[in-house]
């Protein structure tokens, strides 16, 4: 292939990948689509320029217009995370952490975190941002039946091991953190409290999750394209009034771990903020309402949803079991489930320790959610599944009915402009 026809390639690829999501059911828990105003935003000049700094104090001219976005966008997001500081720098959740790692921890301090076999995220473990902070990590013990950290054990862990940092929040994330009491014994021992709400975000600044920022969290690090409907990005959210705590935070993303920060992202997110305060609460309601149903639907059609007890999940997630610990069972229903138009993937579940041939599923709803489907559609995505898994029917058969089905829910809607959430395919 020379190189007109690399690219060309590429361009053909990238239309079949829109092609096959605007085709199928995506139910990755950490994806969503953009509504056509943050689009709008995203693909524009700013794509090409650099504002280093902060409003009114760059390093570089041509930034008035940017200042103007960036300002309105940290005015949004205090209003919607309800907290008085607030960076839309970042440019993911990873870098957002990395830049909250940065300010509230020195290398070889310790750590408390959750670990990646209970749902920690890698940017929590030594192989990921702890690791490169060069910290000390140790992870927190946890109830596998409750999905939650052992408080009692956890606030002993603590107050023992006297950490500079207690790091909560996860990626397999069904049930709030129980903060207040471990963020209690943290702050006992003179550590600072940072909760990871990239998969949450939008719950939580929708108020259907858990309110980190008054139950004892001094920085909430996330990603700004989960729950939160945005473009791919970060924010770090802070309730401290405490100035040098703010200019530490904001020197930590800019200069300490982004250069250029995606201004056309950043103008997106500012957008994203913008919707999120006029659609963002019902949004939130309407995908945990979602989860909750699809949950029940899954148990009701006999598969094995975690967490029955607790009525499965309390975010916009599911998680599903299709066999023994290590038995790879997750990874083989992914596979089908992809051949019938299904996208979800495998996850390790309490008992598996093998990262590549896990049990279980994680299933997402937010862009289920966003394109419409309600409590009712939760009924037809569980009677998919057990098409395919549960009564064997062939693959590309349902593949046609789930596409047909998603023929119905092209528009992306909690927006100021619904429109198509796969343009131009
Ligand atoms: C808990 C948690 N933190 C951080 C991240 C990283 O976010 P990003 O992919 O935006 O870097 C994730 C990603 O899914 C996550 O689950």
Redesign the pocket.
């Given at each position: 292939m020379n190189a007109r026809e690399s690219a060309t390639r590429i361009l053909e690829a990238v239309d079949e990948s829109g092609r096959h999501y605007r085709d199928s059911l995506p139910m990755i828990a950490?994806e969503n689509v953009l509504s056509p105003l943050v689009r709008k935003a995203c693909d524009s000049d700013l794509h090409g320029r650099y504002a280093e700094g902060l409003p009114g104090k760059r390093y570089y001219q041509g930034c008035e217009d940017f200042d103007t976005i960036e300002e309105i966008g940290i005015e949004s997001a205090k209003r919607v995370f309800d907290c008085s500081f607030a960076n839309i720098q970042s440019t993911?959740?990873?870098?957002s952490?990395m830049a909250g790692l940065k300010a509230l921890a020195e290398p070889g301090d310790t750590i408390t975190a959750v670990s990646t076999a209970d749902g920690g995220?890698i940017?929590h473990a030594r192989m990921g941002a702890v690791g490169v902070r060069g910290l000390n990590l140790i992870t927190y013990p946890w109830i596998e039946s409750r999905m939650e950290p052992d408080i009692d054990a956890a606030a002993a862990l603590i107050r023992e091991t006297e950490p500079s940092l207690a790091l909560f929040?996860?990626?397999v994330f069904l049930f709030p953190t129980p903060l207040q009491e471990l963020a209690d014994a943290a702050h006992e021992v003179g550590a600072r409290v940072m909760y990871?709400a990239?998969?949450v975000l939008g719950l939580i600044a929708g108020g259907q999750f858990q309110d980190p920022l008054r139950e004892g969290a001094d920085l909430m690090t996330g990603?700004s394209?989960?729950t939160f409907p945005g473009p791919?990005g970060?924010f770090l959210l802070s309730d401290s009034d405490d100035a040098k705590f703010m200019r530490k935070i904001n020197s930590s993303v800019f200069p300490g771990v982004c250069s250029t920060y995606h201004l056309h992202h950043v103008a997106g997110k500012a957008v994203a903020l913008a919707e999120f305060e006029a659609f963002g609460p019902d949004y939130a309601k309407d995908t945990v309402a979602n989860a909750k149903a699809l949950g029940a639907a899954l148990a009701a059609e006999g598969f094995d949803v975690m967490a029955e007890e607790r009525d499965y999940t309390a975010s916009h997630q599911v998680l599903t079991r299709h066999g023994d610990p290590d038995s790879g069972t997750g990874r083989d229903a992914a596979a089908l489930l992809e051949e019938a138009g299904i996208i979800t993937n495998m996850n390790m579940l309490p008992g598996d320790t093998k990262a590549m041939a896990p049990s279980g599923l994680r299933l997402g709803v937010p862009e289920l959610t966003r394109l419409g489907m309600g409590v009712d559609e939760m009924q037809d995505v569980a009677g998919f599944f057990a098409s395919v898994l549960i009564a064997g029917d062939d693959p590309a058969k349902v593949k046609q009915d789930v596409s047909e089905f998603k023929s119905g829910f092209l528009e992306v809607g909690y927006c100021f402009e619904p429109g198509p959430a796969y343009p131009g395919l």
């Open positions: 950490s993911s959740g990873t870098v952490n995220h940017s929040g996860q990626s990871d990239a998969h990603s394209h989960k791919q970060g």
